[in-house]
Each structure stands twice: as C-alpha cells, then as structure tokens.
C-alpha cells in the first residue's frame, strides 16, 4: 500500500519568514496530493490540493509543487502570521481499478509554530 | 465544500461497553471514511462507509470491533465495541462529494474509555 513520509516533525520560524514542508510518497499511482491544517481540538481542514497533471499551485501565501519523477511534493508558506501555527498534514490517494476506494494515506505530520 | 456534522462530540466509557458515533452531511455524498486519530498523532483509516453494502476496512481493523452502516447518502455510523483503554482517540468521518473530490472532514469525537 501507500506510504507518506512527511518532514520535518516539528518546524519552527519567526513570523513573515518562509515554512516549506516535504512529503515523499511511494505509490507511483498516487495522483491526488491534499495538505490539511489542524489547529488544536479542531478538525483538519483542506487548504490547497494538488493533481498529478500539475507541477505547481498557488493561493495567495500557499503554494504546493508536486515533482512526480522524484515522487515528492512540498508545501510552501510565505510571509507567515502567528495564525498559521498548526500541525499540518500531507495526503496522497489514488482510486482503484474499480474506483471504489479514493482513500487518503496521511503523513504523519509536522507542528508549525510561528514566532511573533 | 459539505457540511459535516458528529455526535457526541465526546464521551467518557467504561471498559467493555461500546459507543455508537453519528455523521451527518448536510448534502448527498458518494464517499464517506472513518479515520481515527490517536492523540498527537496523524489521522489513520479505519473504513470506508459503503452505501447499501458492507464497509470497506483497512488492514487492522475488523468489522466485529467497528461494526459500520451507511444507510443512505447522508449519514453513517461507527460504533467502536467492547471498548478498552487503547480504544480512547478521537474519531472522525470525512466526506467527498464525488469518488475523485476532496474530502471534508467532521469535528471529531473524544473518546475516552476507563
């Protein structure tokens, strides 16, 4: 099955520097890379996806490049605020040949705290 | 993105009995998971919900233990049974409006078993 490696487990910066987050993969199927961010006794919550038939995307301070060679994907942060202090988490999933199973494998995390 | 909601939001057990945890999307969905979540670590799948046939479980979970339902396209079930302290976690449910969409998740259920 799928593995995610995800590093680093714990990343800490002062605010307006930049956070870059990695994730490995090992499926060559994998074709859907999701990162989540779940602050403390919340739910995670989606803040950017990616496909496999594109090598980057952005959204204002958020950005994920996906390199599908290397089976590896990032995720960047810039100009960072205390308020994106989180634990974010990287995902990949793949359907099956039936389709019947579009399940998410989860890397194991990394704590972003961002200084004042 | 779908609304979803759980309940209880948390509960205290006792040992050996078991807990049924209700999702609710507030709108059809083909897809809907449970993933346990242990606490400080990342989130793992427990099953996929199936509606109108049988869970899809991952490897080390069986039905006996998390026995789900899916009776239609907005709601499911979990009951974790015959509880025991390792059981205490939080549970979620995760929906997807379509097999290849993103999935939302719901806030959660604190269990702790004594």
């Known amino acids: 099955g799928e593995n995610v490696e995800q590093h680093p487990s714990t990343l800490s910066v002062q605010e307006g520097d930049s956070a870059v987050i990695k994730c490995t993969y090992s499926?060559?199927?994998?074709?859907?890379f999701p990162w989540y961010k779940q602050e403390l006794g919340k739910r995670p919550q989606l803040i950017i996806d990616?496909?496999?038939?594109?090598g980057e995307k952005k959204d204002q301070r958020i950005a994920v490049t996906l390199n599908k060679t290397a089976k590896h994907f990032s995720l960047h942060i810039t100009e960072t605020q205390p308020e994106d202090s989180a634990v974010y988490f990287c995902?990949?999933?793949?359907?099956?040949?039936?389709?019947?199973?579009?399940?998410?494998?989860f890397g194991k995390g990394t704590l972003l705290t961002v200084n004042p | 993105s779908a609304v979803i909601s759980q309940k209880p939001s948390r509960d205290i057990c006792q040992r050996g009995t078991s807990l049924t945890i209700q999702c609710q999307v507030d709108?059809?969905?083909?897809?809907m998971f449970w993933y346990r979540q242990q606490p400080g670590q990342s989130l793992t799948l427990i099953a996929t919900?199936?509606?109108?046939?049988?869970?899809?479980?991952e490897s080390g979970f069986v039905i006996d233990k998390f026995p789900i339902s899916r009776p239609n396209l907005t709601f499911s079930t979990l009951t974790v049974s015959n509880m025991s302290p390792e059981d205490s976690s939080i549970y979620l449910c995760?929906?997807?409006?379509?097999?290849?969409?993103?999935?939302?998740f719901g806030p959660g259920t604190r269990l702790t078993v004594l």
């Open positions: 995760s929906a997807a409006r379509r097999i290849t969409d993103t999935q939302y």
């Open positions: 499926d060559s199927a994998s074709n859907y």
């Open positions: 990616i496909r496999s038939n594109v």
């Open positions: 995902a990949a999933s793949h359907g099956n040949s039936g389709g019947s199973n579009y399940k998410l494998t």
């Open positions: 709108s059809q969905v083909t897809m």
């Open positions: 919900a199936n509606q109108g046939s049988e869970a899809t479980y």
